[in-house]
Nanobody, 118 residues
Framework: QVQLVESGGGLVQAGGSLRLSCAAS????????MGWYRQAPGKQRELVVV???????NYADSVKGRFTISRDNAKNTVSLQMNSLKPEDTAVYYC????????????WGQGTQVTVSS
């Protein structure tokens, strides 16, 4: 099994910044994609950004130019730098990875709350 532990959420004013981090642990043979999803109250979970092992990224249009993902393949960690935050970024942010532990499957963190006040 793979465990994902997130950190770094919190409350920030609009225009501010936060940094989320996530570490994957367990018996992991390989990780392909890592990234972040978010879910706002009353809405479905949506993609924020994913980064593949080779470094290619896929950002949601709503965060392009404001959020930056980074990944350390040796440490199985991923981070999300969030700048110019807006109230509509308020959500629970979930770390995600697709990993080979006992076969390939998706794994999710427990979620961390990000609240942006206006």
């Amino acid at each position: 099994q793979v465990q994902l532990v997130e950190s770094g959420g919190g409350l920030v004013q609009a225009g501010g910044s936060l940094r989320l981090s996530c570490a994957a642990s367990g018996t992991i043979f390989s990780i392909s994609a890592m990234g972040w999803y978010r879910q706002a109250p009353g809405k479905q979970r949506e993609l924020v950004v994913v980064i593949r092992r080779g470094g290619t990224t896929n950002y949601a249009d709503s965060v392009k130019g404001r959020f930056t993902i980074s990944r350390d393949n040796a440490k199985n960690t991923v981070s999300l730098q969030m700048n110019s935050l807006k109230p509509e970024d308020t959500a629970v942010y979930y770390c995600y990875c697709n990993a080979d532990a006992t076969g390939w499957r998706d794994y999710w963190g427990q979620g961390t709350q990000v609240t942006v006040s206006s």
